[in-house]
Structures are given as structure tokens and as C-alpha cells.
């Protein structure tokens, strides 16, 4: 058994900050994605639709970057047992869905930016901060990557 009998600080708070940000990314994504451009501009015009594209992006790099600390926290320090312990049954099951989560919050905003860039659209961290992938506009790479990402 761990000396631990929780999980320290910045596990914690990665985990809500995680959370967090994919709640509003799949609220976001799912919300552009049923009404699609136009109708989104039809209902809250073009300034807030772009915001919200803008924000969709921004969030993808953010939990990238957040997952990327997550598991260098993971890694780095140890985290505690089960409590009660799991049978070896229950352990491998929870460990493989833990980590095929984990890949998903990493392969979900790597499909985003290359649907992006793949695009010629910018990949935005805010406002502002622009960052290309290396990939030229592609149209077919867009669209499949567009139908992975969601």
C-alpha cells in the first residue's frame, strides 16, 4: 500500500481543471456541430459564432497542454491504492479504461488541430496567439479529420 491515502494537490486539480474545460468544449462542439455555421449565425450572429469557434479551438489546446501535465504528474508522483483493494479482474478493467481515457484526451485534440490546419484555418490559443500545425490546406484531410474530431 502507498503511503498515500489520496491524491496529492495537483492531481486534483488537474483532474476539474481536465474536466472542466472538455464539459465546455463538448458543450461547445456539440452546439456548433447540431446547428452548424450558418444557423449558428442566423440565431447569435457572426462576432459571437466566431467566439465560440475561436473558444472550441482554444479549449482543445488547453486540455492538450493540461493532459500533457497530467501525466508528467502522473508519472512523477505516486498515487494512492484502491480502497477496498480491487480484485485483479476490476484493476485490469479500471486501468485500461483510465488510460484509453487519457488517450482519447490526447487524440481528440491533435484530430481537431490537424482538421483545422488541414483546413487553412488558423489554430487559436485565445484571441490572438496563432499556431500553425506544419500540414499546407487540404480539403480531403479536413473533412476525414473533421469526422474523427466530432
Known amino acids: 500500500m502507498h503511503e498515500l491515502d489520496h491524491y496529492i494537490y495537483p492531481h486534483r486539480v ?22 452548424g455555421y450558418e444557423r449558428t449565425v442566423e440565431i447569435v450572429g457572426n462576432t459571437v459564432t466566431n467566439l465560440l469557434y475561436t473558444s472550441h479551438k482554444t479549449l482543445g489546446v ?21 480502497e477496498p483493494p480491487l480484485n485483479t479482474f476490476e484493476r485490469v478493467v479500471s486501468t485500461s479504461v483510465h488510460h484509453l481515457l487519457y ?23 485565445s484571441t490572438g496567439i496563432c499556431q500553425q500545425l506544419l500540414m499546407n490546406a487540404n480539403s480531403s484531410l479536413s473533412s476525414s479529420s473533421c469526422g474523427m474530431n466530432g
Request: proline content about 5%; hydrophobic content about 70%.
Open 14 to 35: 488537474l483532474h476539474w481543471l481536465v474536466a472542466g474545460a472538455v464539459l465546455l468544449a463538448l458543450a461547445i462542439g456539440l452546439t456548433l456541430g447540431f446547428l
Open 62 to 82: 488547453l486540455i492538450l497542454m493540461l493532459m500533457t501535465l497530467r501525466i508528467i504528474t502522473r508519472l512523477a508522483f505516486v498515487v494512492p491504492d484502491h
Open 103 to 125: 488517450l482519447a484526451l490526447i487524440i481528440m485534440p491533435l484530430l481537431g488541430w490537424a482538421a483545422t490546419a488541414s483546413g487553412g484555418f488558423p489554430v487559436e490559443f
